[in-house]
């Protein structure tokens, strides 16, 4: 199965239409599958208490996280500018919703491949109540929840109905180090809920994104960036275009590394095996017409006769001619009784 990549710019624009636009162009041109932005109302996001995360107030001088939104906030009505720039491009158009009014602008006016369900909306039922009416495939990252959580969020989206969900496994922190990445949570999370899975990748690096796709994810989302040196909460944990473009490299190589479950030989490898492999040899000379015996044959390459493990067919058969030693037995030396 082809992995599907998401290139998440976020925030990354800036603010700006045209460098959304310019990540359109570049992201395009190396593969992705789709590019994803954000949108949300920061009035119907935050409220009066609400607070920077560490990693945001490190890299963003704002003074609150309502400031912060709407520094690095397209309009609404540019994500429908957005929409028709990835149709042409030729790639699918993604929007993580932070609002239930963002939300249903968004589906009233493009056409949503995905709801992306962030992890932080994990329980925020008026989004997802809306979401579980309509039927819609969904991305559903799970970072910061437990198994009983999603479990209970898959209740809320499903109703009694099953539907077409992809898990993410993700961990929010940014950048999120190694050692908590816990990659074996993915296949679990797949054979627990019986849902495909991917991978929400918030590390520094490609190796994550890779041991994911190699352990059955179907989806990879990662951030990139134009420049990590920009102003912004997002960019020093995104990936640049030139990391992003030698991740989708990597991924479609180990996609052709993974293959399929079947047992397949090229060419080259079934003539390695008329070289590697023994055959049935003559360990002596063996006459016309005598049967032969356990102490006339032995193994040696090449494996174009007999397989050592198929004696039985040559074991008590009468020779047909005078066999040299050291020579492949085969088929046609023999009397067929």
Known sequence: MKTYIIAEVGPNHNGSLDMALEYIDKLSKIGVDAIKFQLGNPEQ??????????????????????????????????????FNKCNNMGVDYLCSC????????????????????PSGELFSLDIINYIA??????????G?????????????????????????HC??????????????????????????????????GNESAI????????MIEKHVTMDKSLPGPDHQASSTIEEFSKLVESIRKVEKILGVAEKLFSKEEIDIALFARK??????????GSKIKNEDICYKRPGTGFLPIEK??????????NIPKNKVITRDFLIDD
């Open 45 to 82: 996001t935050y409220s009066l208490d609400a607070f920077k995360a560490d990693y945001q107030k490190e890299r963003e001088n704002s003074k609150s996280p309502i400031e912060m939104a709407k520094k690095h906030q397209l309009k609404p009505e540019q994500h429908k500018v957005l």
């Open 98 to 117: 932070f609002d239930l009014g963002s939300l249903k602008f968004l589906d009233a006016n493009v056409d949503l491949k995905y709801y992306k369900i």
């Open 133 to 142: 009416k309509n039927n819609k495939s969904i991305i559903l990252s799970t």
């Open 144 to 168: 910061m929840a437990t198994y009983e959580e999603i479990e209970i969020a898959i209740n809320l989206l499903e109703q009694g109905t099953k539907k077409d969900i992809i898990l993410l």
């Open 171 to 204: 961990i929010s922190n940014y950048p999120a180090p190694y050692d908590d990445v816990n990659m074996n949570v993915m296949p679990a999370l797949k054979k627990r809920f019986d849902y495909n899975v991917g991978f929400s990748d918030h590390t520094i």
């Open 211 to 218: 041991a994911a796709v190699a352990l059955g994810a179907t």
């Open 279 to 288: 055959s049935i040899v003559s360990k002596r000379k063996i006459s016309k």
């Open 312 to 321: 039985d067919q040559v074991i008590g058969k009468k020779a047909l001619i």
